[in-house]
């Protein structure tokens, strides 16, 4: 079975739907959140996310900050500006299914979080150490994060001075885990990895092989959206370079 990886899709629908057309055929779709958040399509981007195969989606922290769940003011100005917006566009139906979504969702000994298995909704994991920390807080094979927008294999089974280990990943080129692994498939909507493509991951169970993919989009389109919907022009401006 195919199974499509994606996060931090982040209302950008133009890049969603690069990311379905290259990834196509599927069988199911694992979604590790921020459906929403600084682009200018959430309510499109969400309806096109819950008519999925075999759909799992846990909650992210744009997610939860846009159905009230979280404190706005734990965010910087430019992204409390668009969830302002953002909580005026959602319609109720979308709310509802974004409010329902769970932080953790354990699947084929594997664990799904937006952020780390120890802080499922907010914890960014930047780096061997605070991943090896983070290994100790699941309990299956592998645990799918987001929220960095950077793509990322951290694995266990380094050396005595780090123990878990970072391991180079490359574009279209599948991969093996051996070892217990935290895995970050990178960014639909938002890459911030200076690589401006949306980012994805291939998890095929039979062989139990990954692939890291990365698709272009019409970038301009979505600017123009963004600046059509008065969002702040820094979200526009940093999806050009991918920062
Ligand atoms: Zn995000």
């Given at each position: 079975?195919?199974?499509?990886?994606?996060?931090?899709?982040?209302?950008?629908?133009?890049?969603?739907?690069?990311?379905?057309?290259?990834?196509?055929?599927?069988?199911?779709?694992?979604?590790?959140?921020?459906?929403?958040?600084?682009?200018?399509?959430?309510?499109?981007?969400?309806?096109?996310?819950?008519?999925?195969?075999?759909?799992?989606?846990?909650?992210?922290?744009?997610?939860?900050?846009?159905?009230?769940?979280?404190?706005?003011?734990?965010?910087?100005?430019?992204?409390?500006?668009?969830?302002?917006?953002?909580?005026?566009?959602?319609?109720?139906?979308?709310?509802?299914?974004?409010?329902?979504?769970?932080?953790?969702?354990?699947?084929?000994?594997?664990t799904?979080?937006?952020?780390?298995?120890?802080?499922?909704?907010?914890?960014?994991?930047?780096?061997?150490?605070?991943?090896?920390?983070?290994?100790?807080a699941?309990?299956?094979?592998?645990?799918?994060?987001?929220?960095?927008?950077?793509?990322?294999?951290?694995?266990?089974?380094?050396?005595?001075?780090?123990?878990?280990?970072?391991?180079?990943?490359?574009?279209?080129?599948?991969?093996?885990?051996?070892?217990?692994?935290?895995?970050?498939?990178?960014?639909?909507?938002?890459?911030?990895?200076?690589?401006a493509?949306?980012?994805?991951?291939?998890?095929?169970?039979?062989?139990?092989?990954?692939?890291?993919?990365?698709?272009?989009?019409?970038?301009?389109?979505?600017?123009?959206?963004?600046?059509?919907?008065?969002?702040?022009?820094?979200?526009?401006?940093?999806?050009?370079?991918?920062?």
């Amino acid at each position: 079975m195919q199974t499509l990886i994606l996060s931090d899709v982040h209302a950008n629908l133009t890049a969603l739907i690069s990311v379905l057309e290259d990834a196509a055929p599927f069988d199911r779709v694992w979604c590790l959140g921020d459906i929403v958040g600084y682009g200018p399509d959430p309510n499109e981007c969400v309806e096109q996310i819950k008519s999925l195969p075999g759909l799992i989606c846990v909650k992210g922290n744009h997610d939860a900050a846009s159905v009230g769940g979280l404190d706005v003011h734990t965010f910087n100005m430019d992204a409390q500006e668009s969830l302002a917006w953002l909580t005026k566009e959602l319609t109720f139906e979308n709310s509802q299914w974004i409010e329902a979504l769970d932080d953790v969702v354990i699947v084929d000994d594997i664990t799904l979080v937006h952020g780390s298995p120890r802080s499922p909704v907010w914890e960014y994991i930047m780096d061997s150490g605070c991943a090896h920390e983070n290994m100790k807080a699941f309990d299956t094979s592998i645990c799918l994060v987001g929220h960095t927008h950077l793509p990322a294999v951290y694995e266990l089974g380094g050396n005595s001075a780090s123990p878990t280990r970072i391991s180079k990943i490359t574009v279209d080129e599948e991969f093996a885990v051996n070892h217990k692994s935290i895995i970050n498939p990178g960014s639909v909507g938002q890459p911030r990895d200076l690589d401006a493509r949306a980012s994805y991951m291939i998890y095929n169970d039979v062989l139990e092989s990954w692939c890291y993919h990365r698709v272009d989009y019409d970038i301009q389109a979505v600017q123009e959206r963004i600046m059509a919907a008065n969002l702040p022009y820094r979200h526009a401006a940093r999806l050009k370079a991918g920062w």
